[in-house]
C-alpha cells in the first residue's frame, strides 16, 4: 500500500515560521495533484491550500499572503513554507495526494498529521 509520509511539524512562536513536507513512500506512485488540509480543535476539516500538475496552486484565504505551496516533480514531493503564524494556525495538517499507481488506478492518498502548534 503507498502511504504519504509527512514531516516538519512543530512547535513555533507567533510570527515565526515552519515548513511541512510531503512524499510518497513509492517511487512507482505518480502523484498528480497536492494538497494540504487541516482541522483546528472544534473546527471542521479545510482546504489550506493545493497545487495542480501544472503548478497552479490555490489557497484559503485565510493562509493568502503568508503560505507557499510549492513541488518537486522529479523528487515526487511537494512542501507548504508557513510565514507569518498565528495563533489561528494551530492544528493538525493533512497531506492529501492524487495520482496513478498501477495497476491499481488513480488513487487518492493521505498523509499520517502533522500537529503544528503556534504559541503566543
Known amino acids: 500500500q503507498v502511504q504519504l509520509v509527512e514531516s516538519g511539524g512543530g512547535l513555533v512562536q507567533a510570527g515565526g515560521s515552519l515548513t511541512l513536507s510531503c512524499g510518497a513512500s513509492?517511487?512507482?506512485?505518480?502523484?498528480?495533484?497536492y494538497g494540504w488540509y487541516r482541522r483546528a480543535p472544534g473546527k471542521q476539516r479545510e482546504l489550506v491550500a493545493d497545487?495542480?500538475?501544472?503548478?497552479?496552486?490555490n489557497y484559503a484565504d485565510s493562509v493568502k499572503d503568508r503560505f507557499t505551496i510549492s513541488r518537486d516533480n522529479l523528487q515526487n514531493t511537494m512542501s507548504l513554507q508557513m510565514n507569518s503564524l498565528k495563533p489561528e494556525d494551530t492544528a493538525v495538517y493533512y497531506c492529501?495526494?492524487?495520482?496513478?499507481?498501477?495497476?491499481?488506478?488513480?488513487?487518492?492518498?493521505w498523509g499520517q498529521g502533522s500537529l503544528v502548534i503556534v504559541s503566543s
Open positions: 497545487i495542480s500538475s501544472s503548478g497552479f496552486t
Open positions: 492529501n495526494a492524487k495520482g496513478w499507481y498501477r495497476p491499481a488506478g488513480y488513487l487518492e492518498v
Open positions: 513509492e517511487s512507482t506512485f505518480r502523484i498528480d495533484s
